[in-house]
Structure formats: structure tokens, C-alpha cells
């Protein structure tokens, strides 16, 4: 039976109230890991078992659906869904991609009171060797790919369950983002990526010690560090869960670009505000 509009709100609210008390804040030592680093380190942005309740469904979408699914992708690096909570309003990844906590979160890493905008939330699924997609992710940058006008939009990586580094688990060039835009690559070409091309790069920012995440904990990087993924060498797949939010004030250029775009309802030079990205927090 389908459900009716008022029960789907009221569901909504439900799973709401349960996030709201099971998401937690950025701290100040956070916030100025990041802002050093262009990419932070946090434990338990989500509990243990909204983690589980998520991954469950992860496994449902990628195990279980058709391969021609719209939303999935089998790619060289990974195995992706895009848009269970933006667009397709599956709990709980909805109420978390508008958590206000989220938002919030965000806004303070943007270090600017203005609107944040939900990008896009993706499962991305690194297979272990020999199943699948298995590749590393070479060193690269988000930002080169958004014909957006200025700085700020960001990724949350949520691990869904506990992962070791050698799972694919991310590393970044600490610091990087201080260089600004350093050119678009192709991140499946080779291990070092941008690197190559900058190699002042891993003089000057060290890179972050190898990582394990427990389920729930999360990792968010500005879409200016660059950053990169070494291949899942175990038996276990990387079940990751994605969400990217940009600030409000950032105008889209007038660039092509298969989510931004005049489609979306978006004019050069005008603030990228559309009904198909929700805001997430409000700027003043």
C-alpha cells in the first residue's frame, strides 16, 4: 500500500527526532584541524547503529538491485548509488542529508554565515580484490570539477561499518587546500595523480597517517585538499556512505556540468540556489 503524504511526514519527523538526538556537533578542536589541514578526522558523527540500519539498506541497494539501476554505477575505483536521500527520500539517508546538525557542521567548516546546499549523497562501496571494482583512487581534487565560483563545498565520508586503511580508507595531503586549484585529473589514471603535475605538493604538506575508521566515525575534506585512496587489498569491502554540501553564496559560472546547470534552474552568475539541491542551513 503506498503510503499517503501526511504519513510519509510523519515518518519523516520520526526518523528526525532520532537523528537529531544521534548526530553530534563539530567541536573547536575540529573545526581547527580542518581549517590547518583541509580535512578533519571525526569519531562518531553517527552512532554505531544508525550506521548498521544504513549499511543494511547500502547492501539491499547494491547487492540486490538491478544492475541497470539509474542511480548505480559500477566504476574503475568503486561501486556507487547516488541519491538515496537527496532524491529518493529512503530513511534514514534523508533526514541525515537535511539533519540541521549536518548543516550546521558545515556552515562552521565554510567559516561563512550563508546557506549550505546538499550536492549530492552517494554510497560509494570499494570491493575487496578480485570482486570488483578494486582500484586505488589517485590524488586529486573535488573542486576543479564544479563550475562553481568560489571555495567551500566539502564531503562527509561516514564509514558504515569498521574498516582498516587497507579497506581503501581515504589519506590526504594535509594542508593542500592552501594551494587553491591546481587543475582537473583524472582520478582512476595512476596512484599519484595530481601529483605528478604538482610535485612541490609532498615537500611542502605532509601526508595524513594511514586511518581505520570504526562504523559511524567520519572523515570530511574541502573539495580543495587533495586527497586519494589506496586499493581495498582485503577480503571485506569499504561500505561508504558520501554527502557534499557547497555554501549558498557560491554562483555557478555558466560552465557545463551534468548536476549544475541551467536544468536545475540555475543562471550564470546568480547564487547555484535550486529546489533540486535542499538547503540544509540557513545564512543570515
Known amino acids: 500500500m503506498t503510503m499517503t503524504m501526511d504519513a510519509a511526514k510523519t515518518a519523516h519527523k520520526a526518523v528526525q527526532k532520532k537523528i537529531a538526538e544521534d548526530a553530534r556537533p ?16 571525526m569519531e562518531r558523527l553517527i552512532s554505531p547503529e544508525l550506521a548498521a ?17 539509474v542511480r ?9 548509488v547516488y541519491n538515496l536521500g537527496r532524491d529518493d527520500d529512503i530513511e534514514p539517508f534523508y533526514s541525515l542529508t537535511r539533519s540541521p546538525i549536518i548543516g550546521r557542521n558545515a556552515q562552521l567548516f565554510m567559516r561563512r554565515d550563508v546557506p549550505v546546499g546538499l ?54 595531503q594535509s594542508g593542500s587546500h592552501k594551494e587553491g586549484p591546481l587543475g582537473r585529473r583524472n582520478l ?5 595523480g595530481l601529483l605528478d603535475h604538482v610535485p612541490y605538493i609532498e615537500k611542502l604538506y605532509p601526508l595524513s597517517p594511514p586511518m581505520s575508521l570504526k562504523a559511524g566515525d567520519c572523515t570530511v575534506h574541502s573539495s580543495l585538499v587533495i586527497h586519494g585512496a589506496p586499493s581495498n587489498t582485503t577480503n571485506k569491502p569499504r561500505w561508504s556512505y558520501l554527502m557534499s554540501c557547497y ?4 554562483c555557478w559560472t555558466g560552465a557545463p556540468h551534468h548536476i549544475f546547470n541551467a536544468d536545475a534552474g540555475l543562471t550564470p552568475g546568480q547564487p547555484a540556489i535550486s529546489p533540486r539541491f535542499p538547503i540544509i542551513a540557513q545564512g543570515k
Open 188 to 192: 582512476m589514471e595512476d596512484a599519484r
Open 72 to 80: 548505480s554505477h559500477v566504476r574503475d575505483v568503486w561501486h556507487d
Open 53 to 69: 540500519e544504513m549499511l543494511a539498506l547500502a547492501k539491499v541497494e547494491i547487492i540486490e538491485k538491478p544492475a541497470d539501476n
Open 247 to 250: 555554501p549558498g553564496d557560491a
Open 119 to 172: 550536492h549530492a549523497d552517494m554510497l560509494a562501496v570499494k570491493m575487496p580484490k578480485g570482486d570488483g571494482p578494486e582500484n586505488l583512487t589517485g590524488f586529486h581534487q573535488d573542486f576543479p570539477n564544479f563550475p562553481l565560483d568560489r571555495a567551500g563545498l566539502l564531503t562527509f565520508w561516514v564509514a558504515l561499518e569498521d574498516m582498516e586503511y587497507e579497506q581503501g580508507v581515504m589519506h590526504f
Open 26 to 41: 563539530v567541536t573547536e578542536a575540529e573545526l581547527q584541524h580542518y581549517y590547518d589541514n583541509g580535512w578533519v578526522k
